[in-house]
């Protein structure tokens, strides 16, 4: 079993998003993928909801037990936690548990998204005292090649830096695809295949894949 835990404290970063759509990936590359949704808002249990085919597996867990029960979904060749809001103990133990795989943070390219994202990392650094646990941020909502991405990237390198962590390389722009898929219960690699969007969530997959070795 590995594992991809999606987490960050700050709301609206597009985790539950990209959490989805990295699974259904995995499904079409004929992995039994589960999703915990251990965020209370319920995205990916919704996003499951109203999936029509029955290929997506998805628990949610909205105690503080993710890092003590994933080990009991090792039926599963992915496990892909979706987890945030807030810096509580349901967060941590979500941060823990990537202690089996890898974490991966989502950011938005701006300054004080960047400066949010900095309490995620500080949770981060005290788990890190308790379990070695890989951590990468992905820069989410991109509008690339502008000044105000430049100065993102140039304001996280800082963080990472500073608290041991990688940054991908698959950067995600700002698509409407993103959201119309979603709102349908598809991946965007099945909603438009030859789009942009599709090619972003391929590269990421292949680079998460390197990473992680399946």
């Given at each position: 079993?590995?594992?991809?835990?999606?987490?960050?404290?700050?709301?609206?970063?597009?985790?539950?998003?990209?959490?989805?759509?990295?699974?259904?990936?995995?499904?079409?590359?004929?992995?039994?993928?589960?999703?915990?949704?251990?965020?209370?808002?319920?995205?990916?249990?919704?996003?499951?909801?109203?999936?029509?085919?029955?290929?997506?597996?998805?628990?949610?867990?909205?105690?503080?037990?993710?890092?003590?029960?994933?080990?009991?979904?090792?039926?599963?060749?992915?496990?892909?936690?979706?987890?945030?809001?807030?810096?509580?103990?349901?967060?941590?133990?979500?941060?823990?548990?990537?202690?089996?795989?890898?974490?991966?943070?989502?950011?938005?390219?701006?300054?004080?998204?960047?400066?949010a994202t900095e309490d995620t990392f500080k949770i981060l650094s005290e788990a890190r005292v308790y379990k070695?646990?890989?951590?990468?941020?992905?820069?989410?909502?991109?509008?690339?090649?502008?000044?105000?991405?430049?100065?993102?990237?140039?304001?996280?390198?800082?963080?990472?830096?500073?608290?041991?962590?990688?940054?991908?390389?698959?950067?995600?722009?700002?698509?409407?695809?993103?959201?119309?898929?979603?709102?349908?219960?598809?991946?965007?690699?099945?909603?438009?295949?030859?789009?942009?969007?599709?090619?972003?969530?391929?590269?990421?997959?292949?680079?998460?894949?390197?990473?992680?070795?399946?």
């Amino acid at each position: 079993m590995k594992t991809i835990v999606f987490a960050g404290q700050k709301g609206g970063i597009g985790k539950s998003t990209i959490a989805c759509n990295i699974a259904i990936k995995a499904i079409k590359s004929g992995k039994s993928t589960l999703i915990i949704d251990g965020d209370p808002q319920g995205s990916s249990m919704g996003f499951r909801a109203i999936r029509e085919t029955e290929d997506l597996k998805a628990v949610s867990i909205t105690q503080p037990k993710i890092h003590q029960d994933i080990e009991a979904f090792n039926n599963f060749d992915l496990v892909i936690v979706d987890a945030g809001g807030r810096d509580n103990t349901l967060l941590r133990s979500a941060i823990m548990a990537a202690a089996n795989g890898i974490l991966i943070i989502p950011v938005l390219p701006s300054a004080y998204d960047i400066w949010a994202t900095e309490d995620t990392f500080k949770i981060l650094s005290e788990a890190r005292v308790y379990k070695q646990i890989k951590a990468y941020a992905v820069f989410n909502r991109t509008i690339q090649n502008t000044k105000i991405a430049k100065e993102a990237h140039e304001e996280l390198n800082k963080l990472l830096t500073k608290y041991d962590i990688e940054s991908l390389n698959t950067v995600l722009s700002n698509r409407v695809d993103y959201s119309q898929s979603i709102g349908e219960g598809l991946g965007v690699i099945e909603y438009k295949p030859d789009g942009k969007a599709a090619e972003e969530i391929n590269e990421l997959y292949n680079e998460i894949a390197n990473i992680m070795e399946f």
